[in-house]
């Protein structure tokens, strides 16, 4: 499992009372392409999320920071994590009810596992951030 900690400074408390709807909207996310949440902690002025552990790091880490020549991206690992992190998105925007709008998509976010399959992790955080950043600008 992995936990993360939800940072409270950044709750509102607005966002603090929806914080349980987003979890629930978090927890009905199911495809094989997004890392799953299995539960969560709203105790004691804490906010922490469950998740299921992916092992092998993120897209960001592998394209970035390895030096194990073993641990390079093929042509075809590399249209296997741009094919189901796409898939992924599709299922976010298309599939969802309500549809889901990542807001923080990067290849950080990219989680790997030992196959190299791509599972888009903090789907559904943004729900939980100030609504300053949530701003949509509107163009006249």
Same mark, same amino acid.
């Given at each position: ?53 992916i092992g092998n790091g993120s897209l960001h880490d592998m394209l970035h920071f390895t030096d194990d020549?073993?641990?390079? =991206? ?10 189901? !992190?796409? &898939?992924?998105?599709e299922y976010l925007h298309e599939v969802c009810l309500p549809s889901t709008v990542h807001r923080n ?14 599972? =888009? ?10 609504? !300053?950043? &949530? ?6």
């Amino acid at each position: 499992m992995a936990i993360k900690k939800i940072d409270n400074a950044a709750l509102s408390l607005q966002e603090e009372d929806n914080f349980l709807e987003a979890v629930s909207n978090m927890s009905r996310l199911r495809h094989q392409n997004i890392v799953t949440l299995v539960g969560y902690c709203a105790e004691h002025g804490q906010r922490l999320l469950v998740y299921e552990y992916i092992g092998n790091g993120s897209l960001h880490d592998m394209l970035h920071f390895t030096d194990d020549s073993g641990k390079t =991206l093929t042509w075809n690992a590399r249209v296997r994590v741009a094919l189901g !992190t796409a &898939r992924a998105l599709e299922y976010l925007h298309e599939v969802c009810l309500p549809s889901t709008v990542h807001r923080n998509f990067k290849s950080a976010n990219i989680l790997l596992d030992e196959e190299l399959n791509p599972h =888009l992790s903090d789907c559904g955080l943004a729900a939980l951030t100030p609504n !300053t950043e &949530r701003q949509v600008n509107k163009w006249g």
